[in-house]
């Protein structure tokens, strides 16, 4: 029998649904009478929620597996203005299910190879040598993982395939601003493009689907730090010029402007300063495009961490 689940963006209050969704956390709490309940987290491509298993036996709890397809029959109730599913009953996906994850995990919305396509395209427009050859080498070695990393573990873009598609937004970005300020080093700007986030892939360690954590290294010296280590080697091993790696170094060193977010120094070029506000701007636009795709218009999302827990307004026009 094949099943029907109910989408999360879907969900109303008060109704008595059947989903199928992916458990992406859990915990097992006690409520104030002592009594153990599963405090765990849902997703699909839709979006997420909380859910509640009452009265919960810890060795039924324990054989939740996480990154799992699971039925859910729940009534779907609120919390401090939040829905929020009141379990009945869940079990792991038939296996026939389990194997169709990848539809219920978030994703960019374009495909994959087309956005890979896309970077190539940009990459092969960049007329310095020595530049275009080191992008086009740190580009392969990473292609076969970039097409479906995320570009963080949460937060803008934390979704399968969200780099790539953070980079594509940020070089049609950076292609449009050269009609108006024509004075731009477009080989040097779609390259920070391109090379920016790079080393992402290797702060995080992330399986196929985009679910990410971050590894040692990364913990340590994250993804600026890395990508200046990786253009170095890179840039020695091809025999490339002091001047380039040294550019190319400082964009991605100082890509995140302020010390506190992990620059060492700020942008002392055009290009660099345009870089750090291409990128915060898809940033930005996807932190406004992902908190209020399942609001209705009139009415306001939940607080933003990223935004300074600001609650956006859908407009309603």
């Known amino acids: 029998m094949r099943f029907i689940g109910t989408a999360i963006a ?23 009478g002592k009594k153990l309940f599963a405090d765990l987290f849902f997703i699909d491509q839709t979006g997420e929620i909380n859910g509640k298993i009452w009265d919960m036996e810890e060795e039924f709890f324990q054989t939740l597996t996480l990154n799992q397809l699971y039925y859910i029959n729940a009534k779907v109730d609120s919390w401090k203005d939040k829905l929020q ?22 994703s960019a919305p374009l495909q994959a190879q087309d956005m890979m396509d896309e970077l190539y395209r940009y990459a092969n427009r960049i007329q310095h040598t020595e530049i275009k050859k080191l992008v086009l080498t740190v580009l392969e070695r990473k292609q076969e993982k970039l097409m479906y990393y995320p570009a ?37 700007l779609y390259a920070g493009a391109l090379l920016h986030d790079l080393a992402k892939i290797g702060e995080l360690e992330s399986d196929v689907l985009g679910f990410s954590e971050y590894s040692t290294e990364g913990q340590l010296l994250g993804h600026l730090l890395m990508g200046v280590k990786e253009i170095e080697i ?12 040294l550019v190319l170094q400082h964009m991605i060193a100082s890509h995140h402007y302020e010390p506190e977010y992990g620059s060492p120094k700020k942008p002392m070029f055009l290009e660099a300063e345009l870089l750090h506000h291409i990128d915060m701007i898809d940033a930005r636009v996807y932190d406004y495009e ?9 009415h306001f999302s939940e607080p933003v961490w990223s935004l300074d827990k600001r609650r956006l307004y859908k407009v309603n026009l």
Request: hydrophobic residues 35%; positive net charge.
């Open 10 to 32: 879907d969900l109303e209050q008060g109704n008595v649904i059947n989903g199928i969704y992916i458990l992406r956390k859990k915990e097992l709490k006690e409520t104030s």
């Open 85 to 106: 599913l009141n379990i009945n009953r869940m079990r792991l996906a038939d296996p026939d299910d389990q194997k169709k994850i990848g539809r219920f995990v978030p």
């Open 152 to 188: 963080a573990r949460s937060l803008h873009h934390s979704i399968r395939s969200g780099l790539l598609y953070h980079l594509v937004r940020m070089l049609r970005t950076a292609e449009k601003l050269k009609d108006v300020y024509t004075d731009i080093n477009t080989d040097l």
């Open 234 to 245: 890179i840039g020695r091993e091809l025999g490339i010029s002091d001047e380039v790696i």
């Open 290 to 298: 992902n908190s209020l795709k399942n609001v209705e218009k009139g």
